[in-house]
């Protein structure tokens, strides 16, 4: 049988500006909350999946793209979460590595806005 999850409030929608991550600690994990670019949010365990680094230090930005060799773009429509200890690159639409074959993945909590207040569900 499932657990039921809880919903914790964390602030008002209004002070969370884009781009911004704010850190809170909900049932004693740190979990970082963003607003991205498209207004979306997102809520992510305070923790890289690679080595446990802080990831939510990290900076958020886009993603480079390239077709083969001397060409480069720079996609901002995809954000991605960039680990502050190893560059390891995380696209915040899905939680997921960006450059290896087999991507390791960010724990990554649902979260809403509701009526001008966020909750993240455990």
């Known amino acids: 049988?499932?657990?039921?999850?809880?919903?914790?409030?964390?602030?008002?929608?209004?002070?969370?500006?884009?781009?911004?991550?704010?850190?809170?600690?909900?049932?004693?994990?740190?979990?970082?909350?963003?607003?991205?670019?498209?207004?979306?949010l997102r809520a992510v365990m305070n923790r890289c999946p690679h080595k446990g680094a802080p990831i939510c230090k990290g900076i958020v930005g886009g993603a480079w793209d390239s077709c083969g060799p001397g060409d480069i773009t720079l996609d901002k429509s995809r954000e991605v979460l960039v680990c502050p200890w190893h560059g390891f690159e995380f696209d915040l639409s899905t939680g997921k590595e960006v450059f290896w074959k087999r991507p390791a993945s960010l724990r990554m909590y649902p979260i809403e806005d509701i009526e001008g207040e966020i909750f993240v569900m455990m």
Request: hydrophobic fraction near 40%.
């Open 1 to 40: 049988m499932a657990r039921e999850r809880q919903r914790f409030k964390i602030g008002c929608s209004d002070a969370l500006p884009v781009g911004q991550m704010k850190l809170v600690e909900l049932n004693g994990r740190e979990v970082g909350v963003i607003r991205l670019h498209s207004g979306e």
